[in-house]
């Protein structure tokens, strides 16, 4: 199981990157996949996620992100996106992209113990 996650980088607020996230080993269509993200000295924390087929496809971002950041993912290339734009400071955090086998129950898609599988991380740098 590998989850390859990229797209991080140095960018000005209010600019905008795409992380993508590659996924290969497992079942990538039956899972929900998320997207997590750690700043120094903080607890990983939740940022969105995408249901399957099973959930009707629906999404979940954290309110921080709304409006902001959106989830996608395309089956076919087993791969989960998260576009990220008007960036700021406070978005600045390794971000990780997550995979479970479940339902898309709220208080368990939020938090990391109850994904499956986790990629290796990259780093996001908001500053001017």
């Known amino acids: 199981v590998q989850l390859q996650a990229s797209g991080g980088g140095l960018v000005q607020p209010g600019g905008s990157l795409r992380l993508s996230c590659a996924a290969s080993?497992?079942?990538?269509?039956?899972?929900?996949m998320g997207w997590f993200r750690q700043a120094p000295g903080k607890e990983r924390e939740f940022v969105a996620a995408?249901?399957?087929?099973?959930?009707?496809?629906?999404?979940y971002y954290e309110d921080s992100v709304k409006g902001r950041f959106t989830i996608s993912r395309d089956n076919a290339k087993n791969t989960v996106y998260l576009q990220m734009n008007s960036l700021r400071p406070e978005d600045t955090a390794v971000y990780y992209c997550?995979?479970?086998?479940?339902?898309?129950?709220?208080?368990?898609?939020?938090?990391?113990?109850?994904?499956?599988?986790w990629g290796q991380g990259t780093l996001v740098t908001v500053s001017s």
């Open positions: 997550a995979a479970r086998l479940g339902s898309l129950v709220l208080s368990a898609i939020r938090t990391p113990v109850h994904y499956d599988y």
């Open positions: 080993g497992f079942t990538f269509s039956s899972y929900v």
């Open positions: 995408f249901g399957t087929g099973r959930n009707g496809f629906r999404t």
